[in-house]
């Protein structure tokens, strides 16, 4: 083979491969969705929209989800001292799987001024899948407690997913009994040439039943074969003694 012919083949080989390894790799969609939040405050209702971010890595039997805010919500009509506002949420579950994950994060670093909106801390969580396919994560209730008091912050927009992933569910099977239900081996004596127990029914055969039957088979072939070589032996040898 030439020179020219080798680098060509080492060049679809080595395009294979990485098809291969783009194809083998997980499944997943990441997109910023802008989620308009209604929130109750003490002090009556706030809205805001904040671009919501949802990143999943696959953790153990499940993933680690962070959500990210990357604009402030509400706000406070006095100052929020160091460490005085702890948020948490909830992230819907849709598509092959369902229900709510509960995602939280550490208070703010920092003092917020009043009537400023409140940045979040990215909130983090974990998602142990249920079943398998393509499973979305949308942003849900985000709570915010401060100084004694909590302010609930609702989507209004039904905002999209911000996180699609493929997963598989722990366990794979559906959980049903395998091996044989019934009780195996002869349940009553066999009356001679009607193949029926002492019911009158015929009786029941498993697998059990099966390869002692093939092995009877096999036994018997095995000796029919030995059989028909030594009576061929036999019959050459008379042969040569007659000649």
Known sequence: MSYQKRTAALASVAALAGSAVFMAAPAARADVVDVNYKCQTPIGVKTAVSPIDIKGVKNGSGYKLTMSWQKGVSSSPVELGKGAMSPSATIKVGGADSGTVSVSGPANEA????????????????????????VTF????????????????????????????DVTGAGGSSGGSTGS?????????????????SSGTLPKTGPDDSVIALGTLGGTVLLAGAAGTLWLTRRNQ????RR
Request: charged share 10%.
């Open 238 to 241: 008379t042969a040569r003694a």
């Open 138 to 165: 949308t942003a849900a209730v985000l709570t915010i407690k401060a100084l004694g008091t909590t302010t609930t912050c609702t989507p209004t927009n039904s905002p999209g997913p911000s996180l699609t992933l």
């Open 181 to 197: 239900s019934g009780s195996t081996g002869s349940t009553g004596s066999t009356g001679s040439g009607t193949g029926t127990d």
């Open 111 to 134: 003092a917020i001024p009043a009537n400023t909106p409140i940045k979040i801390n990215d909130l983090t969580g974990t998602y142990t899948p249920k079943a398998s396919g393509k």
